[in-house]
């Protein structure tokens, strides 16, 4: 167990609907990161959050969008889905430490597999 | 980040040693290697990392070349649950850039 939390495990929704996906970051990390995972892509980098302001962007579409909350969770929310769009969505979190920026461990929750149908 | 090449798949006998290798030869002076494991659609879980001296934790090894240009983790007795795609990968540690860039990995399998 990694001590981050996702919800929900699975949703399933239709083409054109909006989903929001949670993620619970571990007790004390700053940063939340957004990955998805299609068959044909791979783990591809989304987003970054860090301590509620936006860090860096990778390749997240313009109908998708996150943030990151007061008490550290962050949601990603993807609206006028696609068949395209199914796919796992990973969160993970990593404590930023004080100092130069760092690239510190990543550790990942169990993710939200969403079907669009 | 420097760029990591492994084989595609790989097999090892349950209780045997698995030796998953990785060439890592455009590797500068500041990063790190890192290998993550995804089990069956499960989020990737950390393993280890390291700069230049060999690590170990409770979970495998990691054994880096003197010239930093390839490494190995090594699973020392392995058993059925570490079957998984393992990912080499490579990051600068002192960077501004946040994102894990994963590859293809290893797909390693283990035999009864």
């Known amino acids: 167990d990694s001590g981050v939390t996702q919800t929900p495990k699975h949703l399933i929704t239709a083409t054109g609907q909006r989903v929001t996906l949670r993620c619970s970051p571990r007790?004390?990390?700053?940063?939340v990161y957004w990955y998805q995972q299609s068959l044909d892509q791979g783990l591809q980098f989304l987003i970054h959050?860090?301590?509620?302001?936006?860090?860096a962007k990778g390749n997240i579409l313009e109908r998708f969008s996150a943030q990151q909350f007061p008490d550290l969770h962050s949601e990603l929310n993807l609206s006028s889905l696609e068949l395209g769009d199914s796919a796992l969505y990973f969160c993970?979190?990593?404590?930023?430490?004080?100092?130069?920026?760092?690239?510190?461990?990543?550790?990942f929750g169990p993710g939200t597999r969403l079907l669009v149908l | 980040d420097a760029k990591t090449t492994q084989p595609p798949s790989m097999d090892c006998a349950e209780g045997r040693a698995a030796n998953l290798p990785c060439n890592h030869s455009?590797?500068?002076?500041?990063?790190?290697v890192y290998w993550y494991r995804q089990i069956h659609s499960q989020g990737p879980q950390y393993i280890i990392h390291?700069?230049?001296n060999n690590e170990t934790n409770e979970m495998a090894s990691l054994i880096i070349t003197e010239d930093r240009k390839s490494s190995t983790l090594i699973l020392p007795h392995a058993t059925l649950r570490d079957t998984a795609v393992y990912y080499c990968?490579?990051?600068?540690?002192?960077?501004?850039?946040?994102?894990?860039?994963f590859g293809s990995g290893t797909r390693l399998s283990i035999r009864p």
């Open positions: 993970a979190s990593s404590a930023t430490l004080l100092g130069p920026p760092r690239a510190e461990t990543q550790y």
């Open positions: 390291g700069l230049k």
């Open positions: 990968i490579v990051r600068a540690f002192y960077s501004s850039a946040s994102k894990i860039i």
């Open positions: 007790s004390g990390d700053l940063s």
């Open positions: 455009t590797i500068s002076g500041n990063e790190y």
């Open positions: 959050y860090y301590n509620g302001e936006e860090r």
